[in-house]
């Protein structure tokens, strides 16, 4: 059966979208198991991140010592390493999909080219306009939080985390932080979606109908404080360094990858390595669902998840009605 208001997709994942089965009852061990080798194992987001986590440490993170009094010198290696990341990050995979084209149309969600220009933008276009937030405010936060975290582990003002003394909560803590973002996520978004605060701060992300790697550090200041905020819980739960630096990485890069508005990376016509979300790519487009990841079902909890069906998308619309009193 088709439908009018589902048209316009150059391409959808298998259908229904499904969580996470880490909450369902009575739980599934093979589903689990699968679930988690294809989120980490082989070649993944996640295990890449981590990889770039532990090369920061060792060669681009300033000694845990020179941290404990706040410098110029420190401060701006981090900043330049981390604008230097993104900047590669998001650039490197612009010019894949759109500057160059590499894969085409394959595995594009929307049909449609990005926006060139539009009064909306800060700077009269959606690439421009993505890029000055990304690095302007985005790196700010991004780099002012990590030197937080660092200051206060180096005084002792947070708990410090080590491999010697509880190596099995060390590795944890990696397969837990992105457990911690889809928690945190959920509950932020749903708040910036509140009237007030979506006109003032989370429409300047939401001017990005169709998303490009740009896209996803693009926020309000206000909103990239709340957003990578949530290292902040490493002043209640242990965490080494590299945790840190892993942490707000995840959180930034991966705010990248997903806004791709590809599936993946087509190399030899097999896709490589998972990237752009479709659950989140329909919350831009529809707006009022799928708040939240896949990795905690808090839409489906609520109501508000689009499994990208024609029955759940008559659903979201009977929603969005009832929202805005039609």
């Known amino acids: 059966m088709s439908d009018a208001r589902l048209r ?11 969580v996470s089965p ?20 082989l070649v993944s987001e996640r295990l890449i991140i981590v990889g770039i986590a532990f090369v920061s440490y060792f060669w681009f993170q300033p000694p845990l010592e020179q941290t404990r009094t706040l410098a110029f010198d420190w401060i701006a290696e981090m900043y330049l390493r981390n604008f230097l990341l993104l900047f590669t990050v998001a650039g490197v995979l612009h010019l894949w999909f759109y500057t160059f084209s590499k894969q085409g149309d394959d595995l594009k969600y929307d049909a449609r080219p990005l926006m060139m220009n539009g009064r909306q933008f800060t700077l009269g276009g959606q690439i421009r306009d993505n890029m000055f937030w990304t690095l302007g405010s985005g790196v700010f936060f991004w780099t002012a939080y990590e030197v937080l975290m660092f200051w206060a582990l180096a005084n002792g003002y947070a708990p410090m985390l080590t491999w010697a003394a509880n190596p099995i909560w060390f590795i944890a803590l990696f397969l837990l932080i992105p457990l911690w973002e889809s928690f945190y ?5 749903r708040m910036i979606h509140l009237p007030f605060l979506y006109k003032h701060v989370h429409s300047l992300h939401h001017r990005n109908i169709n998303v490009g790697p740009w896209s996803g550090m693009s926020m309000h200041p206000l909103e990239h404080a709340i957003y990578l ?8 739960v242990g965490a080494h360094p590299v945790h840190i630096l892993y942490h707000l990485q995840y959180f930034t890069l991966t705010a990248v990858t997903t806004h791709t508005g590809f599936q993946g990376l087509l190399i030899k016509d097999r896709n490589r390595l998972n990237l752009g979300t479709f659950h989140h790519q329909m919350h831009h ?7 939240g990841g896949l990795e905690m079902p808090w839409d ?3 109501g508000s998840f689009h499994d990208g069906t024609v029955e759940t998308h ?13």
């Open 285 to 291: 487009r529809y707006f009022e669902c799928n708040y």
């Open 22 to 41: 880490l909450f369902t009852w009575p739980l599934n061990p093979i589903e689990t198991a699968r679930w988690v080798w294809n989120s980490w194992f």
């Open 300 to 302: 489906k909890w609520f």
């Open 314 to 326: 008559e659903i979201m619309q009977e929603r969005r009605r009832r929202i805005m009193g039609k």
């Open 8 to 18: 316009g997709w150059n391409h959808m994942p298998e259908l229904p979208l499904k």
């Open 185 to 189: 996520f959920y509950w932020i978004h």
């Open 229 to 236: 905020g949530s290292v902040f819980i490493h002043l209640i």
